[in-house]
């Protein structure tokens, strides 16, 4: 069942540092990720991520020449940041920033399983590029979601802190 909230989304642009994808924060609290294209049905594979314990800032670290070397291998760049996850309700928390490596959102997007920390802690996103303007996040058993075409603060009930993909696109 999916649930459409929501109008269209204007441009943010506010950037804050993100939480490790995959563990609660424990001394890398401070993280990025770059996804790979989505394929028809499948999920956006993770192209590069780096953690820290300490706030960095992810664009100038992306711009590293190492880093884009590595990105380059993995045939990605990381031009597009999509969205900014939190671990609360209203922006606030733990925070995790998304990066598309493949350019803007079209029809197909990105689709990102999170891993343990965010499964069980994601409360709200901010959506960061004007051609990402629709989010859909399932509920870890995949058979409830809800789209959204503005920033979610809150995703109810059934959704919060029980997140099993966010799919980020263009309408």
Same mark, same amino acid.
């Given at each position: 069942?999916?649930?459409?909230?929501?109008?269209?989304?204007?441009?943010?642009?506010?950037?804050?540092?993100?939480?490790?994808?995959?563990?609660?924060?424990?001394?890398?609290?401070?993280?990025?990720?770059?996804?790979?294209?989505?394929?028809?049905?499948?999920?956006? &594979?993770?192209?590069?991520?780096?953690?820290?314990?300490?706030?960095?800032?992810?664009?100038?670290?992306?711009?590293?020449?190492?880093?884009?070397?590595?990105?380059?291998?993995?045939?990605?760049?990381?031009?597009?940041?999509?969205?900014?996850?939190?671990s609360d309700t209203d922006f606030k928390?733990?925070?995790?920033?998304?990066?598309?490596?493949?350019?803007?959102?079209?029809?197909?997007?990105?689709?990102?399983?999170?891993?343990?920390?965010?499964?069980?802690?994601?409360?709200?996103?901010?959506?960061?590029?004007?051609?990402?303007?629709?989010?859909?996040?399932?509920?870890?058993?995949? &058979?409830?979601?809800?789209?959204?075409?503005?920033?979610?603060?809150?995703?109810?009930?059934?959704?919060?802190?029980?997140?099993?993909?966010?799919?980020?696109?263009?309408?």
């Amino acid at each position: 069942m999916a649930v459409f909230i929501g109008l269209p989304m204007a441009q943010s642009t506010a950037i804050a540092s993100p939480t490790t994808p995959s563990a609660p924060a424990s001394g890398k609290e401070h993280c990025v990720v770059v996804l790979g294209k989505v394929g028809p049905g499948q999920s956006s &594979r993770v192209a590069h991520e780096h953690c820290s314990p300490t706030a960095f800032d992810k664009a100038a670290y992306l711009r590293q020449p190492d880093v884009k070397a590595r990105l380059n291998a993995e045939r990605v760049t990381a031009d597009v940041l999509l969205m900014q996850w939190w671990s609360d309700t209203d922006f606030k928390g733990q925070n995790l920033q998304v990066w598309g490596g493949a350019g803007p959102c079209d029809g197909e997007g990105y689709t990102y399983d999170p891993a343990n920390y965010w499964r069980a802690n994601l409360s709200s996103i901010e959506l960061m590029h004007p051609d990402c303007d629709r989010v859909t996040v399932h509920d870890t058993s995949l &058979r409830k979601s809800a789209s959204f075409s503005i920033s979610p603060r809150y995703f109810g009930s059934a959704i919060n802190d029980n997140v099993g993909r966010v799919h980020v696109y263009r309408h």
